[in-house]
């Protein structure tokens, strides 16, 4: 909308659009616009003002009325329509009304981006015996294998600084000491958000558990998070898929994909043997990485996930000392 325009109830005034998807803004009543405080292109802030809106002096019931009104004389008009008419009509506005799977935001920055992928058959026992455990423990308050998953990708993230760097719109690269973690979250609809855990290598397990839960509902909920996360988790394993070879979207430089866990023969010293694994795949962009620095990353993600224990009190003590 523009300066001066008239608004009516539920009339889109503008589009905000995030990392994964295009999100109108509804007006809540009727009015005439007024000043818009920020600019196409300009990146804005969750909260921030984005303009100022006139109300008319009608009261809001009077609006949704005057709404239902309107509705109900576009059906009527739209009965006198032939059959024939109406049927392509709609075919064509179901055919248009359809959002893109991506975002233009993401497919003009994947036009730049240099994809390459490894994988990798990480043993499941550890993580599994660490589940059961913490069950017997904490019942249903129990840390999700996800979680241990991410905790321990940030223990590999630390380890290993190119995969700490990010890619800026204007193709610079920087390098950080502290970042953080992006879980990829299904919406309705097909849809996708990131929910951020921030400063994730400064947090202890404990506050690393809380955060995730809670930034993950509220990621559900249709909060928007900005996203400076080197890394994102994601993962189909709920549907069976055992790999994938997932996009990697800037200013991220790696996207990791969790395959469900599944058995298969891997070798032990000499022999064959039968084992619960997932597949760990890693998508990153090669002009920020090398292969062999993301071969490192992703063999550190094996061995910290085959490793891995519930942090003991000391442990979390030492990880919060870091911050």
Known sequence: KKPGDAVALDDELCEVETDKAVYPIQSSFAGTMGEWKTKVGDTVEIGQELGTLFADEAPLADQVQAAAEVSADRKTVEATVPAAEADNRVRHARRYSIEPALSPTITRKLSRVI????????????????????????????????????WCVVRAMEKHPPFRRLMLE??????????????????????????VITNANKKSWLEFVKTYNETVVA???????????????????????????????????????????????????????????????????????????????????????????????????????KG
Do not use: C
Request: hydrophobic content about 40%.
């Open 115 to 150: 994809p390459a992928n490894l994988q990798i058959d990480a043993r499941w026992d550890a993580i599994q015996e660490a589940r059961e455990a913490a069950k017997k423990k904490d019942g249903k308050n129990a840390p999700s294998p996800s979680v241990m998953i991410a």
């Open 170 to 195: 204007d193709d610079q690269i920087v390098q950080n000491d502290d970042f953080d973690l992006g879980i990829a979250v299904a919406l309705d609809d097909d849809r996708l958000a990131t929910a």
């Open 219 to 321: 990621t559900r909920g249709g909060r928007i998070d900005a996203m400076n996360a080197p890394v994102v988790i994601t993962s189909l394993g709920a549907f069976g898929v055992k790999a994938g070879a997932p996009i990697v979207v800037p200013p991220s430089v790696g996207t990791l994909f969790i395959g469900t866990a599944h058995r298969q023969l891997i070798r032990n010293k000499n022999t064959n043997e039968n084992a619960e694994v997932i597949t760990v795949s890693l998508t990153f962009d090669h002009r920020v990485v090398n292969g062999g620095g993301a071969a490192a990353f992703i063999n550190e993600i094996k061995n910290q996930i085959e490793g891995f224990r519930i942090p003991s009190e000391k442990m979390r003590a030492e990880s919060a000392r």
